[in-house]
Every structure is written in C-alpha cells, then in structure tokens.
T-cell receptor
Framework: SQTIHQWPATLVQPVGSPLSLECTVEGTSNPNLYWYRQAAGRGLQLLFYSVGIGQISSEVPQNLSASRPQDRQFILSSKKLLLSDSGFYLC?????????FGPGTRLTVT | GESVGLHLPTLSVQEGDNSIINCAYSNSASDYFIWYKQESGKGPQFIIDIRSNMDKRQGQRVTVLLNKTVKHLSLQIAATQPGDSAVYFCAENNSPASKLTFGTGTRLQVTL
C-alpha cells in the first residue's frame, strides 16, 4: 500500500531564516506530487505541483520554491522566511484523479 | 495541532441524525469531484469521489450527490457519529495533472 511522509511535523523558525520541508511517497512510482498551504480556518491553497523529476509548476508567486530531486521526493524551500509564510503545509500525491495527503507540517514564523 | 475550522461555516448535528454538507463548485467543465474529511492537526482524508457522468454515488454511510445543472455537490452522512466531527472539503478537478480546486470547507459538529 502507498504511504506518504512529511517532516518535520512542527517547526518554529525566525523571520529571515531558510526553510526545507520534505515529503516522500512509498509504494507507488511516478506519482504527481503537490504542495499546499492552509492558513488557520481556511481552505487549501495549491503552491506547487510536479508531474515528474525536475518538473515543477508554480501556482502562485511567493517566497517559496519546490524541487523534486527523486521520483518520490518533493521538497519545499525558502531562502528567507516571512511572517506570512506561517501555516500548515501539506504534501499530496496522485496517480490518477484522487489525491492523498500527508500528515502536514505546521510552520510558525516568529 | 492546527486549528482547522475557526472561521468556517458550521453544521451542528445530533448523534444518530443524518448530516448533509453542501458545496457549490465554480467550473462547469469540472469532470471529477472529491470529498475530504480533515480532523484538527491532520491532513485531509479521502472520503468519496464522483465523476461528472454520474449524479449519485454511495459508500459506507456516505452518499455524494452531484447536480451539474446548478453546479452543486452534497455529502450525506447517515447516522452521524462523534467521530465524524471534522472539517469537510469538496474539491473539483478540471485540469491536467489532476490539480484540484478546493472549496472553503464546512465544520461538522456532532452533539451527543
């Protein structure tokens, strides 16, 4: 069966510091991968998606970037965090239409 | 954990009653729809999906209804239980790469 992992689970970072969140998927190959952000009490905003290694599409202009160095690994990064980057970050994978989500990373920028 | 649902519309239902959660979607070209359940501090969990060539689909205690004429989607939960308390999101797919557009969510509160 397929599983998706995200780490860390929680993170507190100062403004201006770098960020690296990691997502890995097991039990499937060549999945589509997605990064979402969810502000408290809000819906999900798609940040990036990837249909293959090295292929990244950005949905909204922002302070973040994404990379896919391996088939089942998706990384969300920032060189300098802003207060507005705080939120709940979710990674998801898909092989067809439905998407399956990871447990999320709660990021607080102070 | 993350506080999901602070500003979301809330539906309060008594345990054992049926729940109906509604969603209006935006794109008439959307051909696939999903309902997700999200508990506080966790990632969304897939509940049930439906394609645009259907108007009803049933799962275990859940039914999804699709009305393409008015672009409306609903999730019915039979015999609602305390464990059903969560935020429920609908999502529509109308693009390649299976990109989903999510609704704003509804918080379901089950009272005893």
């Amino acid at each position: 069966s397929q599983t998706i992992h995200q780490w860390p689970a929680t993170l507190v970072q100062p403004v201006g510091s770098p960020l690296s969140l990691e997502c890995t998927v097991e039990g499937t190959s060549n999945p589509n991968l997605y990064w979402y952000r969810q502000a408290a009490g809000r819906g999900l905003q798609l940040l990036f998606y990837s249909v293959g290694i090295g292929q990244i599409s950005s949905e909204v202009p922002q302070n973040l970037s994404a990379s896919r160095p391996q088939d089942r690994q998706f990384i969300l990064s920032s060189k300098k965090l802003l207060l507005s980057d705080s939120g709940f970050y979710l990674c998801a994978w898909s092989n067809r239409n439905e998407q399956y989500f990871g447990p999320g990373t709660r990021l607080t920028v102070t | 954990g993350e506080s999901v649902g602070l500003h979301l519309p809330t539906l309060s239902v008594q345990e054992g009653d049926n729940s109906i959660i509604n969603c209006a979607y935006s794109n008439s070209a959307s051909d696939y729809f999903i309902w997700y359940k999200q508990e506080s501090g966790k990632g969304p969990q897939f509940i049930i999906d439906i394609r645009s060539n259907m108007d009803k689909r049933q799962g275990q205690r859940v039914t999804v209804l699709l009305n393409k004429t008015v672009k409306h989607l609903s999730l019915q939960i039979a015999a609602t239980q305390p464990g059903d308390s969560a935020v429920y999101f609908c999502a529509e797919n109308n693009s390649p790469a299976s990109k989903l557009t999510f609704g704003t969510g509804t918080r379901l509160q089950v009272t005893l």
